[in-house]
């Protein structure tokens, strides 16, 4: 349900056919993981480009044509992808489906007919924010969010997106946030990317309340593969470290003589070797206990996947790019679940939830 590789299309020029020797995701290695179908990050970073104005909007509308241009590039490999029967039909030709979801809502630059606009692009979710508050909406990554919900324009932007037909994300939102939309949105709420904050306490996660109020809307929680928001105590060695090579990040990004863009990958590459040499392995035993535990609470018909490839520094170990993704089916076999449980995680449910999204439009 969420891959950053996006922003590498646009800002390394990546050709997506070949095996590339970085980064967490290509053609060759999804096919080699048995994956299908993948939604595609259209992710605005509000400090490089706005929370909103025609920068942010030209960004979102950049990542959405680089991912329309792939399909386009490479037909034989990848076709851009709308629905549930899109994604059933392309698969059934032996290729790849490629879908857009908007991380963050700004781009919709605080109009409602931005809404429609983006999903005659072809974005199929949204999230009202990501680690930055918006004006409409709390996150759960700065301090405005622990107070701010949805406001009124925020309740009618779940409803706009209601009546399209994009499903609505509550990855990175804030706690008052999440309740605000489960209690506007008359169609499935899903978050894309998250985790459980019973195991790992961290505010990126949902709470069993969250996930079973969820659940009630007929949604999903796919599950996020990033040890932060798996791993308990992770995220406090994490931010240890972060202090402790503060000055080296700084030094990269001062060192690198391209843009805003360029300056933010030379600060992540640092935090990559260092994050890999100096914090704790997880391993997909410890995505799985996630998985666990949303069925535990809600059922098998609830729970999904969300890697975050190409979006985080750190990886799991047995789980580190596109191609391992056995090892998660590996090991839910192993847990008991049965070849249609299976099914549902490995995304039955969300086709559920695409669907439903679909048919009430109509
Ligand atoms: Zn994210």
Not at 17 to 35: M, N
Not at 46 to 61: H, Q, S, V
Not at 130 to 136: A, E, F
Not at 224 to 236: A, Q
Request: hydrophobic fraction near 40%.
């Amino acid at each position: 349900m969420h891959a950053d590789t996006t922003q590498r299309l646009l800002d390394e020029k990546v050709d997506l056919a070949q095996r590339l020797r970085d980064g967490h995701f290509d053609s060759v290695r999804a096919r080699e993981g048995g994956l299908d179908a993948q939604f595609f990050s259209i992710w605005v970073e509000p400090e490089l480009f706005g929370g909103g104005g025609p920068k942010a909007m030209k960004r979102a509308d950049d990542q959405i044509a680089a991912v329309h241009a792939l399909a386009e590039t490479h037909p034989e490999i990848w076709q851009f992808a709308t629905s549930a029967a899109d994604i059933r039909r392309i698969v059934a030709d032996g290729k790849l489906a490629a879908l857009a979801g908007l991380e963050g809502g700004y781009a919709i630059d605080e109009k409602l007919e931005n809404v429609e606009r983006y999903y005659k692009l072809g974005a199929r979710y949204m999230s009202p924010a990501w680690s930055v508050s918006t004006s409409w909406a709390g996150s759960s990554g700065d301090g405005v969010g622990e107070k701010r919900g949805l406001n009124e324009f925020g309740k009618q932007v779940i409803r706009e997106m209601n009546r399209v037909g994009m499903m609505v994300d509550v990855s990175h939102v804030s706690d008052p946030t999440f309740w605000d939309i489960v209690n506007t949105s008359t169609k499935p709420v899903i978050a894309t990317h998250s985790g459980c904050r019973a195991i790992a306490n961290v505010p990126r996660n949902l709470t069993d309340d969250m996930i079973k109020a969820l659940a009630k809307t007929g949604g999903v929680v796919n599950v996020i593969f990033y040890p932060e928001h798996l791993e308990p105590g992770w995220s406090e060695q994490k931010k240890k470290l972060d202090a402790e090579i503060a000055p080296a990040v700084k030094r990269a990004s001062e060192e690198e003589q391209g843009d805003v863009v360029h300056k933010k990958m030379a600060r992540d590459a640092v935090r990559r070797e260092e994050y890999g040499k100096r914090l704790p392995p997880v391993t997909v035993s410890r995505l799985v206990d996630h998985i666990d535990h949303v069925v535990q609470l809600v059922g098998i018909d609830h729970v999904g996947i969300g890697s975050d490839f190409d979006g985080v520094q750190m990886t799991l170990k047995d789980l580190s790019d596109v191609s391992q993704l056995p090892n998660l089916t590996t090991e839910l076999l192993r847990r008991g679940y049965s070849e249609s449980d299976i099914d549902k995680i490995l995304g039955g449910n969300m086709l559920r939830v695409m669907e439903a999204t679909e048919a009430l439009n109509h």
